[in-house]
């Protein structure tokens, strides 16, 4: 079993910056597949951007690429999600997600694929 734990959510204004942080419990998650997707109300849950932890490869939504960046800090098994130049589309609650199964670039984007959730953090993006 696998437990994740997110952190770093808040409310910025358009154009800002935030930085959201999930640490990892339990069983090792060396090869993972690691990420974040992100669910607004009403919408269904996205992927946002996610990592392999075999790899470090990583993949990106269309709507983040080039603003958001996915890392892994090994020694303190957290993984990082740093946001740029975050607009009012960005609002939502982001989770952590973990994947025994590893990433590929067909499916990376799944969310049956991952069996592991954390709690969610909410960002909150204003004009």
């Known amino acids: 079993q696998v437990q994740l734990v997110e952190s770093g959510g808040g409310s910025v204004q358009a154009g800002g910056s935030l930085r959201l942080s999930c640490t990892a419990s339990g069983d090792s998650v060396g090869g993972y597949c690691m990420g974040w997707f992100r669910q607004s109300p009403g919408e269904e849950r996205e992927a946002v951007a996610v990592?392999?932890?075999?790899?470090?490869?990583?993949y990106f939504d269309d709507s983040v690429e080039g603003r958001f960046t996915i890392s892994r800090d090994a020694a303190k098994n957290t993984l990082h999600l740093q946001m740029n130049s975050l607009n009012i589309e960005d609002t939502a609650t982001y989770y952590c997600?973990?994947?025994?199964?590893?990433?590929?670039?067909?499916?990376?984007?799944?969310?049956?694929?991952?069996?592991?959730w954390g709690q969610g953090t909410q960002v909150t993006v204003s004009s």
């Open positions: 997600a973990a994947s025994q199964r590893g990433c590929n670039s067909v499916s990376w984007s799944y969310r049956e694929r991952y069996n592991y």
């Open positions: 990592i392999s932890l075999a790899t470090y490869y990583t």
